[in-house]
């Protein structure tokens, strides 16, 4: 007998689930942004400066134009506040593994995070793939995908579902403005 597990199916947009979405897209083995850690995500949540990953990369140029600058407040200072925008600008260079992990689809890992991103090549190719899988499971790209050797049917159906609601989509684009995933093969021969 199976259990039964009921999840939020909101994915990025899911109010209860933004700050672990967030606390996950910066971690270590995600995008890894040093300085922005699960204290600083918080507070930033509960302040509205960052409701979802896009949010991140413009925070800069949103501090610019803001009455209140990141360095005036509680426990930040000028050098802190350029050590994290420095940080966050540094990582505008992402491999599509660490992007497409950092997404946190479910039962996508890091590992078939790099499988895909081996499989697919750039995230152009990953997208189109997985938007056009998201369709139907009797698509070709939802098929192509289940044949991946490590990725099975329930992981496809994840992705899928994960590209079919259209927020999840819609951030990823505005994400895709602001950060530029890079081959894997420009990532390993670096």
């Not at 699960?38 to 501090?63: C, M, N, W």
């Not at 039962?107 to 697919?120: D, S």
Request: aromatic share 6%; hydrophobic share 40%; charged share 30%.
């Amino acid at each position: 007998k199976e259990d039964a597990v009921r999840r939020c199916t909101g994915g990025l947009i899911c109010p209860a689930q933004r700050v672990e979405r967030l606390k996950h897209f910066v971690s270590r083995n995600a995008v890894d942004i040093e300085g922005l850690g699960v204290k600083h995500i918080k507070s930033f949540y509960e302040d509205g400066l960052i409701q979802s990953p896009p949010d991140i990369f413009t925070l800069q140029a949103r501090d610019k134009r803001a009455s209140t600058k990141l360095a005036e407040r509680e426990g930040w200072g000028e050098t802190s506040a350029k050590k994290l925008f420095d940080a966050i600008a540094a990582r505008r260079n992402v491999s599509v593994d660490r992007f497409i992990y950092a997404l946190g689809i479910p039962h996508v890992g890091e590992t078939t995070a790099r499988l895909l991103a081996r499989n697919y090549g750039s995230i152009e190719r990953f997208r189109a793939s997985m938007r056009a899988g998201a369709k139907g499971r009797a698509s070709e790209a939802f098929a192509e995908l289940d044949n991946i050797e490590g990725i099975g049917p329930t992981v496809a159906a994840a992705i899928a579902d994960f590209f079919a609601e259209p927020h999840n989509v819609a951030v990823v684009a505005d994400l895709l403005k602001e950060v530029k995933p890079e081959p894997l093969e420009a990532v390993d021969h670096a």
